[in-house]
């Protein structure tokens, strides 16, 4: 672990390689396990406001679940979080011809319909950023899911916080970017 600004960062975001391969996971991370996407309180009014220009780009069950649970739901234990269809895949999950998941939010910005293109919880995947009161911690999570992406990324021999770089950028700013670089390249040759 190192330290850059106000965040604690898991050396593993250097040290472990990641490229997201869609062709042999189909988008598993946004179907399998039991949670939805962290939410920060911000966003969920950004998927309040942005719900009717998304809603054209959703599956009817998904629609179903955001109009009777919201646009998010808070969790037990007070965390925010998309809501899922039957506790499985996320409320804004869509398939393309093949049966891989793709997300109705992306699509609809990358039609043009919004600006914004996914909750960064998503666009971080697979660093994980835990909020504390004095810092934020970034960690890498590992998921056997996702192992056919550390197998790609290590063939094109991509770290996990280059993958990542657009959605690190946009959580931590440049500044905070362009440090971490700098710790890979002194201290991990990345």
């Known amino acids: 672990m190192f330290q850059l600004g106000k965040t604690i960062v898991s050396e593993d975001i250097i040290e472990k390689d990641f490229v997201c391969n869609l062709s042999a996971c189909k988008g598993a991370c946004c179907v399998d396990g039991d949670a939805g996407a962290p939410l ?3 966003e969920v009014q950004i998927l309040e406001d942005i719900y009717p220009k998304v809603k054209p780009f959703l599956r009817k069950e998904g629609i179903e679940v955001i109009e009777a649970q919201g646009a998010s ?3 037990a234990y007070g965390e925010l979080e998309t809501p899922l269809i039957n506790g499985a895949e996320c409320a804004y999950v869509i398939f393309d011809d093949n049966n891989t998941a793709l997300c109705a939010i992306e ?10 293109k996914k909750p960064v919880s998503c666009h971080l995947y697979p660093i994980r ?3 504390y009161s004095e810092f934020s911690g970034v960690n890498y999570e590992r998921w056997e899911i996702c192992d056919d992406a550390c197998s790609l990324g290590k ?3 991509v770290p996990v916080y280059k993958f990542v770089k657009e959605a690190l950028i946009r959580k931590f700013g440049e500044d905070w970017y362009a440090e971490l670089e700098k710790v890979a390249e002194k201290n991990f040759n990345k």
């Not at 699509?107 to 914004?116: D, K, P």
């Open 129 to 131: 950023v835990r909020e």
């Open 40 to 42: 920060s309180f911000d």
């Open 155 to 157: 063939e094109l021999q």
């Open 73 to 75: 739901v808070k969790t």
């Open 107 to 116: 699509e609809a910005y990358n039609q043009g319909e919004i600006s914004w």
